[in-house]
């Protein structure tokens, strides 16, 4: 398995709290991503980031937003969580470029009550 | 804007059998073309990646192609195992970025 790690792997919590996940890369890629998987939807991008400190909006980004401080760590923040961000996260990372392959984490369920 | 689709949403084969998994998407301008594996609860694991200036690639039992003309690409399972059981995930890649267009995914169930 690539080296990504994503924490807490689930959480359960209330409507209106703000949430962190968290995605560590031992691989040193460039790009990292953060992704929501839901039924009927599939996965789809939130946002990313192409080095340290420079991201972009994905498809469904209202609601969330990032930081990365370091190559090897991208956090996402709920700034007040939802019921409708109730999903399954994951994290990606790549090299960029053509030729190069998506690793998954694991992936995080998170719960909003 | 590109959109991916799988279908059928669902398969269930006998073991032995060889199969094929169809993946469609709109915009023939893509950068690459994966496919990946998802077991139930479990991330997403990479199979296969084809570049846009490829036709196929191999890898054990697995061949997928692409043809950007037609907006297709197959996943090829031979001799299928009880182990292939899975959702399997094709992904069209836009621009050097990295960024990927998901399909829903075919779910395979293969019986033995």
């Known amino acids: 398995d690539a080296g990504i790690t994503q924490s807490p792997r689930h959480k359960v919590t209330e409507t209106g709290t703000p949430v962190t996940l968290r995605c560590h890369q031992t691989e040193n890629h460039r790009y990292m991503y953060w992704y929501r998987q839901d039924p009927g939807h599939g996965l789809r991008l939130i946002h990313y980031?192409?080095?340290?400190?420079?991201?972009d909006k994905g498809e469904v980004s209202d609601g969330y937003s990032v930081s990365r401080s370091k190559t090897e760590d991208f956090l996402l923040t709920l700034e007040s969580a939802t019921s409708s961000q109730t999903s399954v996260y994951f994290c990606?990372?790549?090299?960029?470029?053509?030729?190069?392959?998506?690793?998954f984490g694991q992936g995080t369920r998170l719960t909003v009550v | 804007k590109q959109e991916v689709t799988q279908i059928p949403a669902a398969l269930s084969v006998p073991e032995g059998e060889n199969l094929v998994l169809n993946c469609s998407f709109t915009d023939s301008a893509i950068y690459n073309l994966q496919w990946f594996r998802q077991d139930p609860g479990k991330g997403l694991t990479s199979l296969l990646l084809i570049q846009s200036s490829q036709r196929e690639q191999t890898s054990g039992r697995l061949n997928a192609s692409l043809d950007k003309s037609s907006g297709r690409s197959t996943l090829y399972i031979a001799a299928s195992q009880p182990g292939d059981s899975a959702t399997y995930l094709c992904a069209a890649g836009s621009g050097n970025t990295g960024k990927l267009i998901f399909g829903q995914g075919t779910t395979l169930q293969v019986k033995p």
């Open positions: 980031s192409y080095g340290v400190k420079d991201t």
């Open positions: 990606a990372i790549s090299l960029g470029g053509q030729g190069t392959e998506a690793f």
